[in-house]
């Protein structure tokens, strides 16, 4: 009897692996996004929802949104030609990011979007000369509070030089709009948006003497997704942010730019098991998706952020790993102390919830591994939600 070398045996056992399961997969169920956005808007209403492209930009996500009444933000032009694609209104976009390039400037003014976010003299003089007449909407510091992704300090100014940029503004002809925050990623404390309105309400009295009155206030975005614990109950931001709307000085309309909160909790990230090893008495699991090509918030977090995980095999008995990436770099590491079947072995399969914000959008091809698929589904049968929109 001839026998097959050991070599064809692996080749043969990954193609079968490969045909029944390529992964890495991203799976968003637009269901779900749905009911987060429905559920965004009960609890705020009278709010305009920009929801943050940028956070998940595929056309199927921005178009049952767009189809549920959505507004959207951009932080470049780029973005707004994915919206334009699917019929976006231009009129519509907030074009929050503080500094852009005059080009992208140049573009989005030409296809109609009138609302600009600055926090510099520089960018006043980019817009007037880019996006004459165009609304202005100063970006305001909201540092205090922590939250869970740190994302915040790049932007924003104090609420006097707030009040200087849009006069400033004025001059040079653009139209003082309104005054924009963001209180940071995945933020925990609802209490987060108290500090920030009070600050706003100064802004819009200081203004209002030198004959000035606005008409927005972004409240941007921050609001949290649930992982593996579970978060504040959405009511508590709303009255919060409800409380600090009512006592500014005077009615302004409000915005703001969620992105986690929809999307995050609709994606499962599926991953195969390409190798196991047992490391100073620690179990390590290696997975075809790492931080570097879908789950960079891992490193962003220090591994802190934990998303919700299981596996294929579901064995009654457990053990704990270390769940980290396919490439050679030791810091694609995803998360430490992970709760999975015991027997867990070379081609199994790895589910990681909560993954439908920022994962393709920061993936790369480092070290060659591939970015995940992204496949769109809807109706839930049975338990499980089947594809009924192509990818």
Known sequence: MVQTPLTTVGKRTEDRVARLHHTPELVIDLDQVGDAYAEMTAALPG???????????????????????????????????????????????????????????????????????????????????????????????????????????????????????????????????????????????????????????????????????LRLVDLGGGFPARYATPVPPL?????????????????????????????????????TVIGTALRGGKRWIHLDVGAFNGLMESLETGNELRFPVRDSRESAARDRYHLTGPTCDSQDTIMFDVELSADLATGDLVYIGSTGAYTTVYASTFNGFEIPAVRCVAKAVQGYRRSVVAA
Not at 237 to 256: E, F, K, N, R, T
């Open 47 to 213: 709010i305009t929802v920009h929801y943050a492209t940028k956070c998940n930009p595929n056309p199927q996500v921005l178009g049952r949104l767009m189809g549920l009444g959505s507004s959207f933000e951009i932080a470049s032009a780029v973005e707004l030609e994915t919206l334009l694609e699917i019929g976006v209104e231009p009129a519509e976009v907030l074009y929050s990011n503080p500094v852009k390039p005059v080009s992208h400037i140049a573009r989005a003014y030409a296809e109609g979007v009138r609302m600009f976010a600055f926090d510099s003299l520089d960018e006043v003089k980019k817009l007037a000369d880019a996006a004459p007449g165009t609304s202005a909407i100063v970006r305001l510091a909201a540092h205090d509070a922590p939250s869970a992704v740190p994302s915040e300090g790049k932007f924003g100014v104090d609420a006097r030089a707030a009040v200087e940029l849009l006069l400033l503004a004025r001059e040079y002809g653009l139209d003082p709009y309104g005054v924009a925050f963001h209180v940071g990623s995945q933020m925990l404390d609802p209490k987060a948006w108290q500090a920030p309105l009070a600050v706003v309400g100064r802004i819009l009295d200081e203004l209002d003497e030198h004959g000035v009155r």
């Open 235 to 271: 009511a508590e931001y709303a009255s919060v942010i409800h409380a600090g709307l009512a006592a500014l000085p005077y009615q302004v309309d409000a915005a703001i730019e969620p992105g986690r909160a929809i999307v995050a909790a609709a994606g499962t990230l599926t991953a």
